[in-house]
């Protein structure tokens, strides 16, 4: 890329420091890695960081281009010192860091790193939400209330996301900024053609992805496709958390042995989300769903249970369906509407807001205003 006259041969780049607690298979951590692959290489000077880099699902994901740092810690507390070291050791101008604990722990390590060195948190849920299901939320909300404000930014993927970290946690609103995820909309293209390797299923084929957890609301999803077994509705599910074995041993009670298959961790989901008629999505709280962005990039709508952040998503999409409330009664009520109704496919210009290469460039200035560049 030939230098412009805004940006001179010989101007300095700014040095970046991506901080991740791994490269497991979340959201959060595509989307990093996505916007890392699109950051321009004139202006900036990336490297990315990792806590533990024992699993790494993601690893073909990383760009190859970039050092690369495994502090080999197996949690975000232990990998306190080691973080400073490695700040005070590569001098970046900026480290951004995503996941609330990994925050917040850089938060607590301010003081401690060097003074012209900007912290940036890239917030991943709705922050209230997340410390409500902590066994100990009091202790939480205090940590975040009074530590977050050291943060020189914080960028919040909605609005909601950002109103409800400036009402809550205090932190300051001209120091937030929302950008929401990116889509890589030629990726996932390239991704979906990938074959599945089994036929498909005369029955209408509904997907969900993500970790196994309480947050994702998978058991609700389940008890919704109980109540609605007069319809001819099969589940896959993608995904391996704590929840599992609960998550099998409900479906075998409510009957669904033969309706839904568990699939585990699935490197590459977007064949899965191409060839589905409907993932669903059925969080109690989120913060902005990328699967759901990647699930519209496929043409395939989207029925959610109505979070903040995924309202924001599938507004004005007539195909998609929103629930009236976060329940398996409700998310039932909406697998019906959809059902019943002319199931289209998504145009592509769902996502275009979404574009990678507008919302790199939006990372891009905000981080080079952060930096003084």
């Known amino acids: 890329m030939m230098a412009t006259e805004e940006q001179p041969a010989t101007a ?6 991506v901080l991740l607690p791994s490269l497991q298979g979340g959201g959060a951590e595509r989307v990093m890695l996505t916007l890392l692959r699109h950051l321009d290489r004139v202006r900036f000077e990336p490297m990315l960081a ?3 880099g024992r699993t790494a699902d993601l690893e073909a994901d990383r760009p190859a281009d970039l050092p690369f740092f495994d502090l080999e810690r197996r949690s975000v507390r232990a990998a306190a010192i080691s973080i400073v070291r490695l700040v005070r050791r590569l001098r970046p101008d900026i480290v951004l860091s995503t996941l609330s604990h990994l925050n917040l722990m850089l938060a607590l390590l301010r ?21 409500a299901t902590e066994r100990r939320p009091a202790l939480w909300r205090f940590g975040y209330r009074h530590f977050y404000p050291r943060l020189d930014l914080v960028i919040c993927q909605s609005v909601a996301m950002q109103e409800d970290l400036c009402r809550h946690f205090g932190m300051p609103v001209g120091r937030t900024v929302v950008i929401p995820n990116p889509v890589d909309v030629e990726r996932v293209d390239r991704l979906a053609a990938a074959s599945i390797g089994e036929p498909a299923s005369q029955e209408i084929q509904l997907v969900a992805v993500g970790r196994l957890a309480p947050q994702k609301g998978f058991d609700l999803l389940l008890q919704a496709l109980a109540a609605c077994r007069d319809l001819p509705l099969r589940l896959d599910l993608l995904g391996q958390g704590p929840e599992e074995n609960a998550l ?14 568990f699939h585990g961790f699935v490197a590459n989901p977007y064949p899965w989300l191409k060839r589905a008629d409907a993932l669903v999505l059925s969080s109690r709280y989120e913060g902005l769903p990328n699967v759901a962005l990647e699930a519209l990039a496929c043409g395939t709508p989207v029925l959610t249970t109505p979070t903040p952040p995924a309202l924001e998503i599938v507004a004005g999409l007539r195909q998609c369906v929103t629930a009236d409330a976060i329940s398996a009664e409700a998310l039932a009520r909406a697998m019906r509407r959809w059902h019943d109704g002319q199931r289209e496919r998504v145009p592509a210009a769902a996502v275009d807001r979404y574009a990678v290469r507008s919302i790199a460039q939006r990372y891009e200035q905000v981080l080079r205003r952060a930096a003084g560049f």
């Open 12 to 17: 300095r780049r700014l040095r970046l420091l």
């Open 50 to 52: 990792v806590v533990d």
């Open 111 to 131: 003081p401690l790193l060097p003074r012209n060195v900007r912290v940036i948190g890239r917030e991943s849920i709705t922050l209230s939400a997340g410390i």
């Open 248 to 261: 099998r041993s409900l479906a075998q009670c409510l009957g669904l042995g033969d309706r839904v298959r």
